[in-house]
């Protein structure tokens, strides 16, 4: 356990890796995406598993290797540089709490693909739907990115979700997401409780006022989350729980249908970029335009994937 500064006076720090799908991620990044989930904040205090174990530290030679470490960790010789590092060799080195690791990936016939519980712990951006291009305003572009920061929270609780006007409780959210999993059950595709958990930080995190914001909400998690997670052939995307839809991405349709009602016939909030005067950039359901592109390359290829 680490007793950090306030959160407001905390620097995010971004690691960009380019190209990261050039190897496959599970054979460099198995560690990291494991120790992700165990970060935790409480009552201020920040607890992470170590990603360089103790005893990995202690195996180092003190007068050369432990030194070395502590000179690339640029940890001096004062008493908190001191401290920290009498907790990385009693404890070993967790993840920061204030680093965002990103990646750029191609997805073509030099890269390699990924499994799902890479993405299962990471949020997909299609940045040519999140961030598309325009070149009317290549000089100067009336709208900006609304910045990212790192998360306080990786568990969601009841309480959490107490101050959120448009889901209180969770149970919408809940709903939501059972009737997805409906359509995925018995499908390599099926959501565990982990997509639950995303979802609901992502309701708490976004806090939407009204039903409008809340499925602008769910309409970026199926985006970022469970979209990036289908790919197959006409056999292995069957829809075996609905009569009336014969695969399961004309099932998910049917489900947006319902759960999206209200950004289907107005334009939705975008959460992730702004107008430069602040006033709300309006768009319309990114998912719904996804599965049908998807959909239409299933029935004109007999496969579909997420990816362009």
Same mark, same amino acid.
């Given at each position: 356990?680490?007793?950090?500064?306030?959160?407001?006076?905390?620097?995010?720090?971004?690691?960009?890796?380019?190209?990261?799908?050039?190897?496959?991620?599970?054979?460099?990044?198995?560690?990291?995406?494991?120790?992700?989930?165990?970060?935790?904040?409480?009552?201020?205090?920040?607890?992470?598993?170590?990603?360089?174990?103790?005893?990995?530290?202690?195996?180092?030679?003190?007068?050369?290797?432990?030194?070395?470490?502590?000179?690339?960790?640029?940890?001096?010789?004062?008493?908190?540089?001191?401290?920290?590092?009498?907790?990385?060799?009693?404890?070993?080195?967790?993840?920061?709490?204030?680093?965002?690791?990103?990646?750029?990936?191609?997805?073509?016939?030099?890269?390699?693909?990924?499994?799902?519980?890479?993405?299962?712990?990471?949020?997909?951006?299609?940045?040519?739907?999140?961030?598309?291009?325009?070149?009317?305003?290549?000089?100067?572009?009336?709208?900006?990115?609304?910045?990212?920061?790192?998360?306080?929270?990786?568990?969601?609780?009841?309480?959490?979700?107490?101050?959120?006007?448009?889901?209180?409780?969770?149970?919408?959210?809940?709903?939501?997401?059972? %009737?997805?999993?409906?359509?995925?059950?018995?499908?390599?595709?099926?959501? %565990?409780?982990? %997509?639950?958990?995303?979802?609901?930080? %992502?309701?708490?995190?976004?806090?939407?006022?009204?039903?409008?914001?809340?499925?602008?909400?769910?309409?970026?998690?199926?985006?970022?989350?469970?979209?990036?997670?289908?790919?197959?052939?006409?056999?292995?995307?069957?829809?075996?729980?609905?009569?009336?839809?014969?695969?399961?991405?004309?099932?998910?349709?049917?489900?947006?249908?319902?759960?999206?009602?209200?950004?289907?016939?107005?334009?939705?909030?975008?959460?992730?970029?702004?107008?430069?005067?602040?006033?709300?950039?309006?768009?319309?359901?990114?998912?719904?335009?996804?599965?049908?592109?998807?959909?239409?390359?299933?029935?004109?290829?007999?496969?579909?994937?997420?990816?362009?």
């Amino acid at each position: 356990q680490l007793v950090c500064k306030e959160t407001t006076d905390m620097t995010p720090y971004w690691l960009c890796l380019d190209e990261m799908n050039l190897a496959p991620v599970e054979q460099y990044f198995a560690d990291y995406l494991s120790v992700l989930e165990s970060r935790k904040w409480e009552d201020g205090i920040y607890s992470c598993y170590p990603l360089l174990v103790s005893d990995t530290i202690n195996a180092l030679d003190q007068e050369h290797g432990q030194k070395a470490l502590r000179k690339d960790l640029k940890l001096l010789d004062t008493k908190e540089d001191d401290d920290l590092w009498n907790y990385f060799v009693t404890s070993g080195i967790p993840l920061p709490p204030n680093l965002i690791v990103a990646g750029t990936v191609n997805m073509d016939e030099t890269t390699h693909g990924f499994s799902r519980k890479v993405i299962d712990r990471a949020f997909t951006i299609d940045f040519g739907v999140f961030y598309p291009n325009d070149y009317e305003h290549y000089f100067e572009s009336p709208i900006r990115p609304k910045t990212l920061s790192f998360p306080l929270l990786s568990q969601v609780s009841k309480a959490d979700l107490e101050y959120v006007k448009a889901d209180a409780e969770g149970l919408n959210s809940i709903k939501f997401l059972t %009737a997805i999993n409906t359509v995925l059950k018995g499908t390599p595709f099926e959501l %565990a409780y982990r %997509a639950l958990n995303e979802l609901l930080l %992502a309701v708490v995190s976004f806090a939407p006022n009204d039903d409008l914001e809340l499925q602008a909400v769910w309409d970026d998690f199926l985006m970022s989350k469970v979209l990036p997670r289908i790919d197959g052939d006409t056999e292995k995307l069957s829809n075996s729980v609905d009569d009336n839809s014969s695969d399961i991405l004309s099932a998910l349709l049917d489900v947006i249908g319902i759960s999206f009602k209200d950004i289907l016939i107005n334009q939705r909030l975008d959460l992730l970029r702004e107008n430069k005067d602040k006033n709300p950039l309006m768009i319309s359901c990114r998912s719904k335009q996804k599965l049908e592109w998807m959909k239409a390359r299933l029935t004109l290829n007999g496969f579909t994937t997420f990816w362009p």
